[in-house]
């Protein structure tokens, strides 16, 4: 009877924690938002030295209506995002080889697409890539739709560097941008985003945030 009474104190506290939180975090004291001038725009240049990648921003979502984010991608032999698989559950994303080669692997399946190819990977197709080339190969990538793709590259740029930010700081982030992409090891994007409501209050304790606003614009480069 006491374990049970403990068990009910434990639950209600839990739920008042969360109820309280929630309130403080997003009607009391709600996270700064970002100005219009804040959003990603062509030019913005990201390095991203876990994946010894550069990307320059062609088009975004906020210049396109949401209708594609375009950026040029210039990755060091070996670089690119092979060990970190991933899928975008309802985008098209191409990767036009300008100069170099990729060795890129969709659903399991693995090709070469070499200077002046391009491949097209489905929506809800589980890919990585890697540059194979000598020197750097350029790739023009694109999203589309791109579902703030271009917004959350940006942000996670700036809480530590795209791949190195915690799968707490991704729950977070999932709170404020819808990007409808999967990573294998965390929950779907519906689920993740539910779960991030519940934990970014307390997360914010920590100073972990949804948002991170620039250090200068309209053209910055976000080095890790």
């Known amino acids: 009877m006491r374990a049970k009474r403990?068990?009910?104190?434990?639950?209600?506290?839990?739920?008042?924690?969360?109820?309280?939180?929630s309130l403080l975090n997003y009607v009391v004291f709600p996270e700064p938002g970002p100005l219009p001038s804040d959003t990603p725009r062509a030019g913005v240049r990201i390095h991203n030295e876990a994946i010894q990648s550069t990307f320059v921003y062609r088009r975004t979502a906020s210049e396109t209506n949401g209708q594609i984010f375009e950026w040029d991608n210039y990755i060091k032999k070996g670089g690119g995002p092979i060990d970190h698989p991933h899928v975008h559950e309802l985008a098209e994303e191409?990767?036009?080889?300008?100069?170099?080669?990729?060795?890129?692997?969709?659903?399991?399946?693995?090709?070469?697409?070499?200077?002046g190819q391009e491949v097209?990977?489905?929506?809800?197709?589980?890919?990585?890539f890697q540059a194979i080339a000598d020197g750097t190969t350029y790739v023009v990538?694109?999203?589309?739709?791109?579902?703030?793709?271009?917004?959350?590259?940006v942000q996670m740029a700036r809480a530590g560097g795209l791949w190195r930010v915690s799968p707490?700081?991704?729950?977070?982030?999932?709170t404020r941008y819808d990007t409808k992409?999967?990573?294998?090891?965390?929950?779907p994007f519906k689920l993740a985003r539910a779960l991030?409501?519940?934990?970014?209050?307390?997360?914010?304790?920590?100073?972990?945030?949804?948002?991170?606003?620039?250090?200068?614009?309209?053209?910055?480069?976000?080095?890790?």
């Open 6 to 21: 403990v068990a009910w104190i434990i639950i209600v506290a839990l739920v008042a924690y969360v109820a309280v939180g």
């Open 120 to 128: 097209v990977v489905p929506p809800g197709s589980l890919h990585g």
């Open 181 to 187: 992409t999967g990573v294998p090891g965390l929950p």
């Open 168 to 174: 707490i700081q991704l729950l977070v982030f999932a």
């Open 94 to 115: 191409r990767f036009r080889v300008i100069n170099g080669a990729l060795r890129i692997v969709v659903d399991g399946k693995e090709s070469i697409v070499e200077t």
């Open 196 to 224: 991030g409501y519940l934990v970014a209050p307390t997360a914010r304790l920590f100073g972990i945030k949804s948002y991170y606003p620039p250090p200068s614009l309209p053209t910055r480069d976000l080095s890790n």
């Open 141 to 153: 990538s694109s999203l589309s739709p791109p579902f703030q793709v271009d917004e959350v590259y």
